[in-house]
């Protein structure tokens, strides 16, 4: 477990006071605390969870939890990490009806269930009693008000329970309370450092979800916040202050409603143009041309939120190609092969000599959706290679989940689903002519 904390030696008590009976074997837990650059050195009390450590961080942030969690999860080598604030108090099967969701699905995001409410009046003792006698701190709070967290439960309550194989499914991740193996938290990049409220979390579980996560909300992972939540007074200002961030990290249209013509940090899609297959050498001079053509074309489209990559191998572009895109800063080329388009939610190869008309990609997009994973075009007289355009989440056989109508089923990475991803015909796509 890994707990960011700052400033707050009495919530961080109460909060390993709550974590000190859980129903998850003991000898299987390990707590670290990172203590970002409090004032007054953090603690570990008497009472705690046996194995619980500070880590602590000397460089303080305007909002550092971000940081602190990545920090604390290369502190540790467990296989399974779970994030939980300082400042929540765990029902004593927390940790365990976490753990369960990992212990058969390798690339499960699973998010607790919280609540907010006063505890001003209860010390770390009587919560660590109550853990001891079996009661738990639920049973301590019966008869306080409880307040959710109404805008997350009413996201996963629109999407069904999370069941839908929807773009935003992500939104309902919140740090507070979440845990992934440590395999797929590498893979995605772990929690980036921005130093704003309200965009971290989001930020980190849209990455996982675009790595293939199946985000997991689970009501028997149980814990309550100590005291109101900073968002339910301050709001409009958080939203306001990480609009400019989210809009740059989060390609979804909740945060970028104005899109046409804009570039971001993150693009919307990842065009992959690979010429590596030409072999060893200079790019012959017809086959510069054609990817002149090809590229001018993608850069054309009417769909400007996106960037291209030319996968070249042992290939060398043309002496002329550095001059002609150096102005275009959405044309980069890479000598190793992409995995996928990430972070990027859509994933596009376009092969070589292809030629896009100014709405096939805008048109293959709108194709796309739940029972629609992938759009592919079809062979022409040429001959010519298919335009493919992923959900980079679902890339080339890499689906980390799939979906039935009553339940959720897990699948290994190299796993197929029951029933195949639609492959419809797409956008046109022809070789450019002479």
């Known amino acids: 477990m890994v707990l960011p904390a700052r400033d707050n030696q009495l919530e961080l008590e109460r909060t390993l006071a709550a974590l000190a009976h859980q129903t998850y074997p003991s000898e299987l837990l390990e707590v670290v605390v990172v203590d970002d650059a409090s004032g007054t050195p953090l603690q570990v009390p008497p009472g705690a969870p046996p194995g619980t450590r500070v880590v602590r961080r000397d460089e303080a942030q305007s909002h550092g939890s971000g940081a602190a969690r990545h920090e604390g999860a290369l502190a540790t080598q467990a296989p399974i990490l779970l994030f939980l604030d300082s400042d929540m108090l765990a029902d004593p099967a927390h940790v365990e009806a976490h753990a369960r969701w ?3 699905c390798d690339h499960a995001l699973v998010l607790g269930r919280k609540w907010f409410v006063k505890v001003d009046d209860l010390g770390p003792a009587e919560i660590e009693r109550a853990g001891r006698d079996g009661t738990g701190v639920g049973d301590l709070l019966t008869g306080r008000a409880w307040r959710t967290h109404q805008w997350q439960e009413e996201h996963i309550e629109q999407q069904d329970g999370l069941t839908r194989d929807a773009d935003d499914v992500f939104i309902a991740v919140v740090g507070a309370t979440v845990s992934i193996r440590r395999e797929l938290y590498r893979r995605t990049g772990g929690f980036a450092t921005f130093g704003l409220r309200g965009i971290v979390d989001t930020e980190f579980g849209y990455r996982a979800y675009t790595r293939g996560a199946l985000v997991v909300p689970d009501s028997e992972a149980r814990c309550w916040h100590q ?32 899109n046409r013509g804009r570039r971001w940090t993150v693009p919307t899609a990842r065009v992959v143009v690979d010429v590596s297959g030409q072999g060893p050498g200079q790019l012959g001079e017809d086959a510069g041309e054609l990817l002149l053509l090809t590229v001018d074309s993608v850069l054309g489209s009417e769909m400007s939120d996106l960037a291209i990559t030319v996968v070249t191998g042992q290939t060398q572009l043309p002496s002329w190609w550095s ?58 007289a040429y001959g010519t290679p298919s335009v493919e355009v992923w959900r980079t989440r679902t890339w080339r056989g890499r689906c980390a989940w799939a979906w039935t109508p009553w339940r959720r089923r897990c699948w290994a990475s190299d796993g197929v689903p029951p029933r195949p991803w639609a492959c419809v015909p797409g956008p046109r796509a022809s070789l450019p002519r002479g």
């Open 227 to 258: 005291g109101a939540r900073n968002f339910a007074t301050r709001g409009a200002e958080i939203k306001r202050t990480r609009m400019g961030l989210a809009a740059n990290y989060l390609p979804v249209p909740l945060f970028r409603p104005h």
């Open 102 to 104: 990992h212990h058969v």
């Open 323 to 380: 001059d002609y895109v150096a102005s275009e800063h959405r044309v980069e080329s890479s000598v190793q092969a992409l995995t996928s388009g990430f972070p990027s939610p859509l994933t596009v190869v376009v092969p070589v000599g292809v030629v896009l008309a100014a709405d096939s990609l805008t048109r293959a997009v709108a194709l796309l959706g739940e029972e629609v994973r992938v759009v592919r075009t079809l062979p022409n």
